[in-house]
């Protein structure tokens, strides 16, 4: 079992204060029985945050930042075809514009549903086809799309960019000649949407316009990917929503919350001699424990299960 946390640590102060308060019995007994295998380090500048990174690590995945192909990856995993034809995900949501900058608003805060989400894809995918990209629905907030634009197109994760200033990370990674077409795309999107019908709809229903779209997961499949030997790894989502809003008191309960549930989990497989797989997610860093044999237990208990696990948590 690997399970991986994103958001295990969080840049806000606030979190990071509540952080060295925090108790979580469960992980510190787990992390006693465990020993770091990898370490994986970088700065918020990068496009794929390094949960992502760990998740493409462990599913053979090794395209450079920001070209991880998720959607194409997405799609074999849900038992489709995405042959060699690049893909990408498309986002509706609402850039907020402010005085100095434009960040991007949580796209869970649009309150679409699938009707609605619909009717505005069968609106906008001429638009799209025009540059021939096709969409198809695939989620309120997700629509698949596939076109020879997404093809080794750097982009930023959701993850990185929710209320996030977009400057610096406009689609393509600002400025890349690739991304021109997307960037003109969305530029006549925003212009449309602005007086569309669907958010007149919105405003009288005092629901946020949808103004514009984010690309990610951009790319297609290698050739040579092997299907995983067995279940890959599974993403513990419950810290992130949290972490995005800055919501210390929100973070730290759902830390809790983990600690009873999935910790308590995992610490009784590792009791079991089970082999178990834990990777810690910050925003810069990542590091990724597994089961000591019983011979190193003592040696790594001195390193970890003395310590609190904010030690750890703290240096990500």
Known sequence: MHLIVPFAASASPACREAMARLELPQLRALLARLQPVHTDRADESTLTPPHERALARALGLTQADGCLPWAAWSLRAGGGEPGSDA???????????????????????????????????????????????????????????????????????????????????STGNSGDPQAAPLRRLQSEMQMLLYTHPFNDTRTAQRLPDVNSFWVSGAGALPADLAQPAGPPPELELSLRDAALRDDAQAWTAAWQALDASRMAELLARAGRGEPVTLTLCGENAAVTLQNAPRGLFARFRGLFGLQPPSALIEAL
């Open 87 to 169: 893909w990408a995900w498309i986002t509706p949501c609402h850039w907020h514009v402010a005085t100095d900058h434009v960040a991007l608003d949580d796209p869970a805060a649009l309150m679409l549903d699938e009707p609605a989400s619909r009717a505005l894809l069968a609106d906008l995918a001429p638009w799209f086809a025009t540059d021939g990209i096709t969409l198809q629905y695939e989620a309120p907030t997700r629509w698949l799309a596939r076109g020879e634009v997404f093809r080794n197109l750097p982009c930023a994760s959701l993850d990185r960019v929710i209320g996030r200033n977009l400057d610096t990370r």
